[in-house]
């Protein structure tokens, strides 16, 4: 059970696995006011960047679940140095179906609702960890522009339109779902270019240094075509961000 080489290939050094900066991470922290000692569940937390500054910053203490188990080593690597290893735990294991031991203060999937089968399933995964008055983070794209032609779908690594939805249409269906929209913290695309043009540099170098492994020609492949096909596609007709829902 762990992710794919390829994708920590990629994200060696990324702290943030979605199109946020830190700057952005500390935004949406500081918005949610809070209180000292609220708990937390983040499920795909990847390298735990959230729990570890927020752990600093706001005093929260909580559980990351990851399949990853490079990323989990980086994450508890973090909160060492950060200093917060007594404050947060993280687990290497599949957050698919992962319910909380006892209900948190808020619980996270910011930028893997695959792990709930998509948004709604996801949003009735989350309702199982967090307590009647606490928070729920989903981060999801989102279509900024309608996309033209399947290309362009594509070109976004989607299959269909349907695969998101236009921002306020998104807003609207959590409503359906149950829930109140109380912050949304969006990404722009100079966070866009900073998670996805990062990923060049590492695979480049990894190619440096890996010329003859396995995966050094799909590597390569990628690295062909990513930085156009962003510019192109991603960048222009994707946007991303984390909304802050609570049950009604």
Not at 17 to 30: I, Y
Not at 77 to 96: E, K, M, P, Q, Y
Request: charged letters at 25%.
């Amino acid at each position: 059970m762990d992710l794919p080489r390829s994708f920590t290939i990629r994200e060696s050094s990324h702290r943030i696995h979605n199109p946020f900066t830190s700057e952005k991470l500390a935004t949406l922290g500081r918005a949610l006011r809070l209180a000292p000692d609220t708990s937390m569940l983040d499920l795909a937390c990847g390298t735990g960047e959230m729990l570890c500054t927020w752990a600093r910053d706001h005093r929260v203490s909580g559980l990351g679940v990851d399949i990853s188990s490079v990323f989990i080593a980086a994450a508890r690597a973090r909160a060492d140095g950060l200093d917060v290893a007594n404050r947060v735990t993280f687990v290497h294991g599949d957050a698919s179906g992962y319910v909380a031991d006892e209900p948190a203060g808020i619980a996270s999937c910011v930028g893997a609702t695959w792990i709930g089968g998509g948004v709604a399933g996801t949003v009735e995964l989350l309702r199982r960890s967090v307590t009647p008055d606490g928070m729920m983070l989903i981060g999801e794209p989102y279509w900024r522009r309608e996309p033209p032609d399947q290309a362009t779908v594509e070109g976004c690594y989607g299959i269909g339109r349907d695969d998101w939805l236009p921002l306020p249409e998104l807003i609207e269906s959590f409503g359906q779902l149950g829930c109140d929209v109380v912050e949304l913290v969006l990404a722009d695309q100079d966070s866009w270019d900073r998670y996805e043009a990062a990923k060049w540099l590492n695979i480049r170098r990894w190619l440096d240094a890996n010329p003859h492994d396995e995966l050094a020609g799909e590597m390569r492949a990628e690295l062909d075509t990513a930085p156009a096909r962003h510019v192109r596609y991603q960048r222009e007709y994707l946007g991303w961000g984390v909304f802050v829902l609570m049950n009604r």
